[in-house]
């Protein structure tokens, strides 16, 4: 098949009602090529991130307990309800974790860089939907099943909390409506397993948690935990929850979904609890993949003590710096609305001096509620990717930054690959996300 039938072809393959709400992209006739050393590392990246995500809730369940050091609990419940927290320590949920772990990845020039970690991500329909369209364009091409291995996952976490015939309902938020259409394309793989709703659906009775007549098993929970307050009966959901009347994951963690986790990887003084949990071959190699982050404390340090690589003694100091010293992304770290997808992430280098310090004066005047890091701004490498531009026929070259999105499926407490999906955006773009001018498509490796 030629480029255009080939762009053709996936174009038609769209479902009617689509993937997103009201969202286009550009469509690329083939696969980005990632270089095999690369995509494995990639592969191999999952149980390193399924080990630092059960190091970090031991670590939290540490700190409550009086094992650690009390400010990484006050770190991590800042701003939060106190009946979520109450739920995330409840012995009884002491070890789940989520079933889905994404990085954002961005490629560099020694390799790549995790911007930051999403337990509740949007693209699996879409991912699974790519790989489906262009295993059958490719006669040599064979498909990751990317919605059988989550399906496993969920029917395997579903028996965890309820034995027999699984039945689980895709909750979707009215803040997270956008990626309904991909969720409604999952569901209808395995109608008589899955089915997708909202919140306000959920009917609460005695013996179980309903959509209709159907009694729920499980919940995969696709809004923030910022959301939850939002969600229509959200304090019968945390009492079914709570009393093993339906299985719930990503579970009701909101510590799990803080950036401000990065941080604390390169604290000092926990590093050699990093390393005893992980150990040192996966600690060794997430310090190659994870950049150096802060947590934006306004509290004041010691007079002889300076923030590590940014050789500061206060963060109004950093508020100075040049346009070549403000390499650095500023974000607020979670429980908010701004916490998920582009928003509440400011990039210091391509802002006037002095907007940079006020978003800096009013990250630490939020400090109490919504703690806010900065990270090194990873030095993206530009790669080439064609599209199919249908109005002309051709077939431009895009040159611009990718951004990877490994997907991972944990099923009984082993983390699954499931593919990548790949979002190649303008050269002048800093931030990488899914807009109209982007390019998405799988990442594969080029063995």
Request: proline share 8%.
């Amino acid at each position: 098949m030629t480029s255009a039938e080939k762009a053709n072809a996936i174009r038609a393959s769209l479902p009617p009602e689509g993937l997103f709400a009201d969202k286009t992209w550009r469509i690329a006739p083939e696969p980005f090529a990632l270089e095999s050393r690369l995509h494995q590392k990639i592969v191999e990246l999952g149980p390193r991130l399924h080990a630092f995500n059960k190091a970090c809730n031991l670590l939290y369940r540490q700190s409550h307990e009086g094992k650690q050091p009390r400010w990484i609990r006050e770190y991590l419940d800042a701003g939060k309800p106190e009946e979520f927290l109450a739920l995330a320590r409840n012995p009884r949920f002491k070890n789940d974790l989520p079933l889905v772990i994404r990085p954002d990845i961005l490629l560099t020039p020694e390799g790549f860089s995790i911007t930051e970690l999403d337990s509740v991500p949007g693209g699996i329909g879409l991912t699974a939907w790519l790989q489906q369209t262009y295993s059958r364009l490719d006669s040599n091409g064979s498909a990751i099943p990317m919605a059988e291995l989550f399906l496993n996952a969920l029917k395997t976490e579903s028996a965890r909390h309820h034995p027999g015939a699984p039945s689980i309902a895709i909750v979707v938020s009215k803040e997270s409506q956008d990626y309904r259409p991909e969720m409604e394309w999952l569901a209808a793989l395995a109608p008589d397993v899955l089915t997708v709703c909202g919140p306000e659906a959920l009917r609460y009775q005695p013996d179980g948690v309903f959509v209709k007549e159907r009694k729920i098993t499980l919940i995969y929970r696709f809004f923030e935990l910022f959301d939850l307050p939002n969600i229509a009966h959200h304090e019968r959901l945390l009492i079914a929850v709570r009393d093993g009347l339906v299985g719930m994951t990503p579970p009701l963690k909101p510590h799990l979904e803080e950036k401000l986790w990065f941080a604390l990887f390169w604290f000092p003084q926990l590093a050699e609890f990093w390393r005893r949990e992980l150990g040192d071959r996966f600690f060794r190699d997430l310090k190659e993949v994870i950049p150096f982050t802060w947590i934006l404390d306004p509290r004041p340090l010691p007079p002889q003590a300076v923030f590590p690589h940014l050789n500061i003694h206060s963060w109004e100091q950093m508020g100075s710096f040049s346009q070549k010293e403000r390499d650095l992304i500023l974000k607020i770290s979670g429980f908010s609305e701004l916490a998920w997808g582009s928003r509440g992430v400011h990039v210091g280098s391509d802002m006037p001096q002095e907007e940079w310090q006020t978003r800096i004066q009013q990250a630490l005047a939020e400090f109490e509620e919504h703690p806010y890091v900065v990270q090194r701004f990873a030095k993206t490498k530009l790669v080439e990717h064609p599209w199919h531009d249908f109005e002309t026929g051709a077939d431009p070259m895009m040159k611009g930054r990718m951004r990877l999105c490994p997907y991972y499926f944990v099923e009984n407490d082993k983390p699954h690959f499931a593919g990548i999906l790949a979002t190649l955006c303008p050269a002048d773009k800093k931030l990488i996300h899914g807009m109209k001018d982007a390019v998405i498509t799988l990442a594969q490796s080029t063995s």
